[in-house]
């Protein structure tokens, strides 16, 4: 195996046991993995449009839709009402509910630490570096599958 064909083996590995990992966190709130991701875009992005939840998550209108009422439905969104118009309509994730996934996320942070002293802040630049480098060519990727 050449040293790319074990990198991108690596790689693959990686983001397979992390999809796992967060289907585990999924259903530990009680969420399907795609309601859990839409779910973790409120909390990183903050209030929004249906219709950019789903522009961000790639999904149809219909499809957003059904994930907000399942969010809703399980307490972890609400829809609001903006002002003077009512038509205007924002998504937002509920009071604590960030607070019940970063729980879920202890133990990665946790195991996460123990790994990130062995490296030098050297390295730690690189590594990280790497991951944003690897989530522009995910979002490449993505955008060319979609477009195909």
Same mark, same amino acid.
């Given at each position: 195996m050449s040293?790319?064909?074990e990198q991108s083996y690596n790689f693959r590995e990686?983001?397979?046991?992390?999809?796992?990992?967060?289907?585990?966190?999924?259903e530990k709130l009680g969420l399907n993995l795609t309601d859990f991701k839409a779910l973790g875009l409120l909390h990183r992005q903050g209030d929004?449009?249906?219709?950019?939840?789903?522009?961000?998550t790639g999904m149809s209108a219909a499809a957003t839709t059904t994930i907000i009422d399942r969010?809703?439905?399980?307490g972890y969104a609400?829809?609001?009402r903006g002002g003077r118009d009512r038509r205007s309509l924002s998504?937002? =994730? /509920?009071?604590g509910s960030e607070k019940k996934v970063e729980r879920c996320y202890k133990s990665l942070r946790d195991l996460t630490e123990t790994q990130l002293v062995l490296y030098s802040e050297k390295d730690l630049k690189v590594i990280s570096n790497y991951?944003?480098? =690897? /989530?522009?060519?995910?979002?490449?990727a993505t955008a060319k599958l979609e477009n195909n």
């Open positions: 040293r790319l064909e990686f983001t397979f046991e992390l999809i796992r990992y967060q289907q585990a966190i999924a929004m449009t249906p219709k950019d939840l789903a522009h961000r969010l809703e439905k399980a609400e829809r609001k998504i937002h =994730a /509920t009071e991951l944003l480098r =690897a /989530t522009k060519v995910f979002r490449e």
